[in-house]
């Protein structure tokens, strides 16, 4: 299949993508599927899958103690991206986490991507386990998404696990990384973030994806930022449109981003949810108009299980 970086490299115009999750575990893949089947008329390059890491649940057991389960809510990323590929004919990006995996069990992963024909792979450090308050490396794992990349880049030049030799059958993964507009929220400063962000660059990322932004401004800057010190690579730009007044809390706790006073206002003198949603998506579509204007690489949308906001956008953007 193809990579990543060459869809975007033979793009004639802006291209457009979005992110899914996979069904929470019990759940079929018939409802993924009617939710992508929409979007295809807009002609996605590729779709992102993201990765759930384990959470912990406790059962009390025959003797009354309690037992601590380690358990998967949302598991199977990457037959998933295999299962669209075969059904919609597009390219898939399976994100991998460095949480929750040792280093042997992350090679694994690759490998089966790599027989499966996907090519392209977000390689993300991944957040703490809902329960814990900071993120702790998997004993044997990898530490930070830097050190995955470094780990897939060897399997690139042949470097299997323990393996003396080199092998003669390399994997020819495109590799990404993420980025942060407005700071990833652990860095002790913009510029500690952009440093590591080079790193990830440097060590083999082609493509950066961004958190999700609501001010263009941030976004633009922010790819100043990193021209400034070097990093070349085609910067995505993330998106998801306010769907829900709740959000308007919601979204800056978990994703550590600021709304701008213009959105937050319009969205509080909101009568009614459709209303919200009216408000969400038309600041998402002047979003997307100012990015194409600027001719950024693609317009990746966030879809979070809810397609019908981002068919909307892409209406009235593509
Ligand atoms: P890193 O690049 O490792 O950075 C983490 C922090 O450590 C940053 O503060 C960075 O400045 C710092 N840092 C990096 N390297 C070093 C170093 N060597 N020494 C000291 N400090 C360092 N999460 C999921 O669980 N599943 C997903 O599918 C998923 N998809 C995402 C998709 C996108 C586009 C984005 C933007 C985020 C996604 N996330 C996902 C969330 C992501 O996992 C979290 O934001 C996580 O906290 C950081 O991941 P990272 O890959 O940016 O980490």
Same mark, same amino acid.
């Given at each position: 299949?193809?990579? !990543? ?14 992110? !899914? ?20 008329? %807009? ?25 601590? =389960? ?10 998933? +991206?295999?299962?669209?590929?075969? @059904? ?8 991998? !986490? ?14 089966? $991507?790599? /027989?499966?024909?996907?090519? &392209? =792979? ?11 308050? @900071? ?5 044997? *794992? #990898? ?5 995955? =990349? ?5 399997? #690139? ?15 020819? %993964? ?14 002790? &400063? ?29 976004? /633009? ?13 085609? =910067? ?32 509080? #003198? +909101? ?16 979003? $997307? ?15 979070? *299980? ?13």
């Amino acid at each position: 299949m193809t990579k !990543i970086i060459d869809h975007l490299s033979q793009a004639k115009s802006t291209l457009f993508s979005f992110e !899914i999750l996979p069904p929470l575990k019990g759940k079929g893949i018939d409802s993924l599927f009617n939710e992508v089947e929409p979007l295809m008329e %807009f002609q996605p390059k590729f779709i992102d899958v993201t990765y759930h890491r384990e959470e912990y649940i406790y059962r009390k057991k025959d003797n009354g103690l309690l037992q601590r =389960i380690s358990l998967r809510k949302r598991p199977g990323t990457v037959g998933i +991206c295999a299962a669209l590929m075969n @059904r919609f004919h597009v390219d898939t990006v399976p994100h991998l !986490i460095c949480g929750g995996f040792t280093k042997e069990e992350t090679e694994s992963a690759l490998m089966d $991507c790599h /027989f499966l024909g996907i090519d &392209n =792979i977000l390689a993300l450090r991944g957040d703490a386990i809902k329960s814990e308050n @900071r993120f702790s490396p998997t004993e044997g *794992g #990898n530490a930070y998404a830097s050190d995955l =990349i470094q780990q897939i880049q060897d399997l #690139n030049e042949g470097h299997y696990l323990y393996q003396e030799e080199e092998s003669s059958y390399p994997t020819n %993964f495109c590799i990404g990384a993420a980025g942060y507009p407005e700071k990833h929220f652990e860095a002790p &400063n913009f510029n500690s973030d952009l440093k590591y962000l080079k790193k990830k660059v440097d060590l083999g990322a082609q493509f950066i994806v961004t958190q999700m932004f609501f001010d263009n401004k941030k976004y /633009f800057e922010f790819v100043d930022k990193c021209r400034e010190i070097g990093i070349n690579v085609p =910067i995505i730009p993330g998106l998801k449109p306010l769907t829900t007044k709740k959000q308007l809390s919601i979204l800056p706790s978990i994703f550590h981003i600021d709304l701008p006073d213009e959105l937050v206002e319009a969205v509080e #003198n +909101c009568k009614s949810n459709d209303d919200v949603k009216k408000v969400g998506v038309e600041w998402a579509v002047e979003q $997307c108009r100012e990015l194409k204007k600027a001719n950024v690489p693609c317009l990746h949308f966030y879809s979070m *299980g809810k397609s019908e906001h981002i068919t909307s956008i892409a209406k009235e953007v593509f």
